[in-house]
């Protein structure tokens, strides 16, 4: 097969394995609307939802996410007037 050839042929994205109750990576970058990059960043330095590795595929567990989600919420801290 030619260069030629190879540049023309639609890239072919692997098959992901579906398991209930869990959203592969490329998934779940896109409901945090994220970058699948940035996700794989979060995984190097520990950050992000937990994840699990079924071989060489990533998933998330839909759980997990909801747990994170909270972890990162953000209570105002009011004012105190002086009166």
Known sequence: ?????RK???WKRKR??????????REKAEQLGVALRTLRKWRQLGKGP??????RQIHYRDEAQ???LKSCE???IRELTVA
């Open 50 to 55: 937990a994840y699990t590795k079924f071989g």
């Open 1 to 5: 097969m030619s260069d030629q050839e």
């Open 8 to 10: 023309r042929r639609p």
């Open 16 to 25: 992901v394995a579906r398991i209930p109750g869990y959203t592969p990576e």
């Open 66 to 68: 909801a747990a994170w």
């Open 74 to 76: 953000v209570q105002p």
